[in-house]
């Protein structure tokens, strides 16, 4: 049973570009939500999907955005990179009951912005 | 303004004897807590939780202990072994665990053989 999977698993942008992550749930789980882990610092809460639309949304601006599609799969989108969105980039997914231990987490993302 | 707060950035104990890592919350609307176990180059683990209706929960050798009116949590491994070492991360959230997870900057934790 593969858990959640994330892709690509390094990237290197330039500032003011554009960048898509991408991730799979774990099999069985219909809610993702996405994380970013800047160095030194705890997993900080972008936001949330289920049923292809944002449920909750922590305190990242506009630049950030996301989507769910039919198969529960999710991307994330950062436009106009700066080089404070240099980070690991998360991705977590759960059944609906969702802040609680059967969260599962992918390796990440690790982002540059240069 | 951090609201949970993992004051130890490192912490290293000798194989067999406890370690004993802290987490302090500052927001009192948080009444569920998990400690996540994350290696190098993988994604956080979850190791155990405590709600607050309870003040310590076991699960083999880590036990969590809640403290609510100092609001503090501490996470004990008894005993400590090599492949415990990793980075750990206690979480928190609100209104039952229906709230986005908070997390602490973490704790790296070396068990020496």
């Known amino acids: 049973d593969a858990g959640v999977t994330q892709s690509p698993t390094h990237l290197i942008k330039t500032r003011g570009q554009q960048v898509t992550l991408r991730c799979s749930p774990k099999?069985?789980?219909?809610?993702v939500s996405w994380y970013q882990q800047a160095l030194g610092q705890g997993p900080q809460f972008i936001f949330q999907?289920?049923?292809?639309?944002?449920?909750q949304r922590g305190n990242f601006p506009d630049r950030f955005s996301g989507h769910q599609f039919p198969n529960y799969s999710s991307e994330l989108n950062v436009n106009a990179l700066l080089l404070g969105d240099s980070a690991l980039y998360l991705c977590?997914?759960?059944?609906?009951?969702?802040?609680?231990?059967?969260?599962?987490f992918g390796s990440g993302t690790q982002l540059s912005v240069l | 303004d951090q609201q949970v707060k993992q004051n130890s950035p490192s912490l290293s104990v000798q194989e067999g004897r406890i370690s004993i890592l802290n987490c302090d919350y500052t927001?009192?609307?948080?009444?569920?807590f998990l400690w996540y176990k994350k290696y190098p180059a993988e994604g956080p683990t979850f190791l155990i939780s405590i709600s607050s209706i309870k003040d310590k929960n076991e699960d083999g050798r880590f036990t969590v202990f809640l403290n609510k009116s100092a609001k503090h949590l501490s996470l004990h491994i008894v005993p400590s072994q090599p492949g415990d070492s990793a980075v750990y991360f206690c979480?928190?959230?609100?209104?039952?665990?229906?709230?986005?997870?908070?997390f602490g900057k973490g704790t790296r934790l070396s068990v020496i053989a």
């Open positions: 099999s069985g789980h219909d809610t």
């Open positions: 927001n009192s609307m948080f009444d569920y």
């Open positions: 977590a997914s759960s059944l609906t009951d969702f802040y609680n231990e059967k969260l599962f």
């Open positions: 979480a928190a959230s609100a209104f039952a665990g229906n709230t986005p997870l908070v």
């Open positions: 999907y289920y049923e292809e639309e944002e449920r």
